[in-house]
């Protein structure tokens, strides 16, 4: 191929390391641009002296003899786009931009919209406080108002580059709205449309609107339905814009163009021989531009070619046959999927610039069952593919995400406000990371049918029938010392919920595992239990349960786990405790001596953010078995094939706020399993919601299983079902019974 300017300069688009005279050596060694650039990029020293190591040979540093075995291959959708990077590159994009602008202040807009909910009795957390006024008002109402108008510009920003060709912005700022082009805007009511006797809006003592719960369930109806119109409307949209042909098989589409060509037969032949001549370049134009807008290589032609009487007077008048519109639709079309093409490439290359970050990404779409989907949509929805890819869809979570009160898999889903998600059906999630679960479960390899997140009456209605299955805890359990009798909050066992029968997923549990404890210790966990009042689908308020704090719950649990466990494995010393609320704290190894001791330093208070604490476990676990892993700089520590297994006991009393993003990061691991005991007050549907979600994860992810109980514990029946769960095999109760005798200990 001759290396012209144009040429280099199309080659340094996408190889911009490349100086001019290496683009000019691998252009001339190729027949097309396409293929001199893959050659580039897969060994770009190829015209040097000294050649870079070839990518199929196995890594020998750092790894065990295991897998030294294994040839270190990238993964087959990037091997065109594989190169040596030295160090750790720094990348960014549209969607990496807008996130680090929105995360500035996004924390404080969602706290400051719950402090107001809070301060005027609105409990559902999708109700945004409302106060109309003639005059000009300073109170809390307005002032988070206005910061929201203030935020338009952060708003527009981020759905400009989340945004899919064709979509349009808007939002629900209330000084603006008239053309802001919301779809929610005047078709779906408000909460708040209760109206008096007199005619007059039903307001509490401070001239402030309450919602109505039968115009909220009216309004909750209303926005699932037209979430779920928006929804199908949107991925059918985006679906149609996708090429009808392979963007990476351009080579085809130019040899197509080659033969469309436009100029008419030299004015030397005979006329006979012009015209059988014209004749057929029009049916081969036809014939080739249709097959290449259908998307395959061969095709008939599509009707009469006969020269038009008028064509002389067209081109005296500069209007273009058929044929040419032709031509210029299938070369815009050729453009528009070169540069979709050379997108990808350059933001592949930039999220993954060597051989060890696409083993990692390699290895986690492999582990989260995604390889065939991911290259999938490389080859067949690209645009798609290219949105996901900017956000990071396709890799694991970067450590340093955990560590940020506001990141990209924080940002809140507001559909009638405007604040977008990721995927075209993003309508209907509550997050960034509860929407990239969905999409990772119902795209994984092996899932039968649509897992669709429950709407908020059905998940609602789910708990209330969940709640209504508990039954009285079996006798057997009993126990004088459990925390509900030595405290006499109230007499008897609650009714509990019953477990499904354990079946056993992973391998039983060997004396190389680790066992670690994970304790919340929000404020919630010192709380007096309260649940919720509803009238239909709103809250009105809380009542206060007779039943233990959660943190004395969770103590008595953890001794009572412990002893067990050191019966189990003659682990003396203990287990690892690591607690987490706002930020994570390492409290030390627990056992039946020593937890009265360490529990003085378990501080209780902030939210609920368990990735924190889970970043922690893993850096305890890691450094134990750092040499038999590795450690990247983005990705955080990867296990190795004789890393030992993590078995995770973690203790919640609630829904974390990043409970979807630990979610996600469970589903990519295979060296760790997680055994959740989730405390819940009595009689609190919002406990069973999310035991439903629990139980939807742990069926999908083998690796996750749970417990969960409420009001008055049986402590003992609790310890049994998570020893089954946490050593992997059907502990009987005569062990049962050996097992939960205090521990003898030497001195």
């Known amino acids: ?56 040979q196995p890594k020998s540093m750092g790894l065990s003899s295991k897998e030294k075995q294994k040839p270190n291959h990238p993964p087959p959708a990037y091997a065109s786009v ?15 931009q ?41 109170c809390e109402i307005h002032q988070y108002q206005r910061r929201k108008w203030a935020r338009l510009g952060v708003q527009e920003r ?103 060509s436009i100029d008419t037969p030299s004015s030397g032949f005979p006329k006979e021989k012009n015209e059988i001549s014209e004749k057929g370049i029009n049916e081969k134009r036809q014939s080739v531009a249709g097959s290449i807008m259908s998307g395959n290589g061969e095709g008939p032609s599509t009707g009469n070619s006969k020269p038009s009487k008028f064509s002389g007077l067209k081109k005296a008048f500069n209007i273009k046959s058929s044929e040419e519109r032709a031509v210029a639709k299938v070369e815009k079309v050729k453009n528009r999927g070169r540069q979709l093409r050379d997108e990808i490439l350059r933001e592949e290359q930039g ?51 955990a560590k940020l009160a506001s990141n990209p898999l924080k940002f809140s889903i507001e559909a009638a406000s405007g604040w977008r998600g990721i995927t075209p059906a993003w309508r209907g999630y509550e997050d960034t990371a509860e929407e990239r679960l969905y999409w990772c479960l119902n795209h994984r390899e092996g899932t039968a049918g649509t897992r669709l997140k429950p709407d908020m009456i059905s998940a609602l209605n789910m708990a209330r029938a969940r709640m209504a299955s508990a039954v009285e805890a079996p006798p057997l359990y009993f126990a004088a010392d459990d925390t509900c009798h030595t405290q ?28 670690m404890i994970l ?69 030390g190894c627990v056992n039946h001596q020593n937890l009265d001791a360490m529990w003085s330093n378990v501080r209780i208070g902030g939210g609920t953010r368990v990735m924190t604490g889970w970043q922690q476990a893993k850096e305890l676990h890691f450094q134990k078995h750092s040499a038999s892993a590795t450690h990247h700089p983005v990705y955080g520590w990867q296990a190795g094939p004789e890393t030992p ?14 409970m979807d993003e630990f979610e996600l990061d469970l589903l990519s691991l295979s060296w760790v399993h997680v055994t959740i005991f989730l405390i819940g007050v009595d009689g609190c549907p919002h406990h069973h919601r999310h035991a439903n979600e629990l139980q939807r994860i742990s069926e999908v992810n083998h690796h996750v299983s749970f417990v969960d109980a409420q009001g008055n514990t049986p402590e003992r029946f609790v310890t049994h079902e998570l020893l089954k769960r946490h050593l992997g095999y059907e502990v009987s109760m005569q062990e049962f019974e050996e097992l939960e005798l205090p521990p003898p200990y030497t001195a």
């Not at 969602?110 to 909910?117: S, V």
């Not at 990404?361 to 065939?372: F, L």
């Not at 007499?491 to 391998?507: H, I, L, T």
């Not at 297994?645 to 990043?658: F, K, M, N, P």
């Open 519 to 587: 304790l919340d210790v929000s404020g919630s966990m010192d709380f007096d239990p309260l649940r919720p009042n509803y009238d239909q689908y709103l809250i009105t308020g809380y009542s206060k349960s007779t039943q233990p704090k959660n943190k004395d719950v969770a103590k008595a649990i953890i001794r009572r786990f412990t002893d067990a466990m050191i019966n189990h494995d003659h682990n003396g010393r203990g287990y690892e405790l690591v607690t987490f609320a706002t930020q994570a704290n390492y409290i």
């Open 82 to 96: 594989t190169r040596s990077a030295p160090g750790h590159l720094t990348h960014t994009n549209e969607v990496i």
């Open 645 to 658: 297994i993590l078995r995770l006991l973690v203790l919640l009393d609630g829904e974390a706020t990043d």
């Open 351 to 401: 999220r993954w610039p060597d051989q060890e970050w696409r083993r990692i990404v390699s290895e986690y779409q492999e582990h989260i069952g995604m390889t065939r989907k991911v290259s999938d949509l490389r080859a067949r929805q690209p645009l798609q593919y290219l949105h996901l890819l900017r956000a990071g869809y396709f890799e694991p979570i970067p450590v340093a995400w």
């Open 488 to 515: 006499h909050t109230s007499e008897g066992y609650s009714k509990q919920v019953m477990p499904p029968p354990f079946r056993a997923f992973d391998a039983i549990e060997t004396a190389s595992d680790d066992t």
């Open 98 to 138: 807008a996130g680090h602008v929105r995360a500035q202040d996004e924390q404080q807009m969602q706290m400051l919209l719950q402090q107001i909910q809070f301060a005027y009795g609105i409990y559902n957390s999708d109700i945004e406080p409302e106060h109309d006024t003639d005059f000009y008002c300073n």
């Open 158 to 260: 981020w759905s400009k580059a989340v945004m899919y060709p064709g979509e349009r912005s808007y939002h629900d700022c209330y000084q603006a709205t008239m053309f802001s082009g919301n779809p929610y805007q005047n078709r779906i009511v408000s909460p708040y449309a209760m109206m008096g006797a007199g005619g007059s809006m039903f307001m509490n003592g401070y001239g402030r609107q309450r919602p109505s719960a039968r115009f909220y369930s009216m309004s909750v109806e209303q926005t699932i339905r037209l979430n779920s119109s928006l929804n199908n409307k949107a991925q059918a949209a985006v679906d149609a814009l996708e090429p009808t042909y392979n963007i990476w098989k351009m080579d085809e589409v130019e040899s197509g163009m080659a033969s469309l």
């Open 1 to 56: 191929m001759k290396a012209s300017k144009e040429a280099i300069a199309n080659f340094r688009v996408v190889a911009t390391d490349a100086d001019e005279k290496t683009a000019s050596r691998f252009l001339e060694g190729s027949n097309t641009l396409d293929e001199a650039v893959s050659e580039y990029l897969e060994n770009p020293n190829k015209y040097s002296q000294a050649s870079a190591p070839s990518y199929n």
